[in-house]
């Protein structure tokens, strides 16, 4: 793996850009795979703000953490009032358009 630099040196285009977002990734993963699941809950915090955001990931970790390490099953989350709010418009606007229809 190349080492991942903050220097630009002007855009890459292609594959050579590709390739450089693979070796950002890449190194992101290994520096949070290093560690903790609590430091990680504690990164999304100040990242965030605490408890705000990537709902699913926090759960995730925090069943790591109550689990001491052992492998977790997906986790559940209830849809956001947001995507509620989309849901029931959606209804609205199909029932409009049946109604228009007729």
């Known amino acids: 793996m190349t080492e991942v630099k903050n220097e630009s040196f002007g855009k890459l285009y292609g594959k050579a850009r590709l390739k450089q977002k693979q070796d950002e990734a890449k190194y992101r993963q290994a520096q949070m795979d290093e560690i903790t699941p609590a430091q990680r809950l504690a990164h999304m915090d100040n990242a965030f703000g605490k408890g705000i955001g990537a709902q699913r990931e926090r759960k995730r970790l925090q ?32 029932k409009h358009d049946k109604n228009k229809a007729k």
């Open 63 to 94: 069943a790591l953490i109550d689990n001491a390490g052992k492998k977790v099953e997906a986790v559940k989350v209830a849809p956001t009032e947001a995507k509620a709010e989309r849901k029931e418009k959606q209804k609205k606007k199909e």
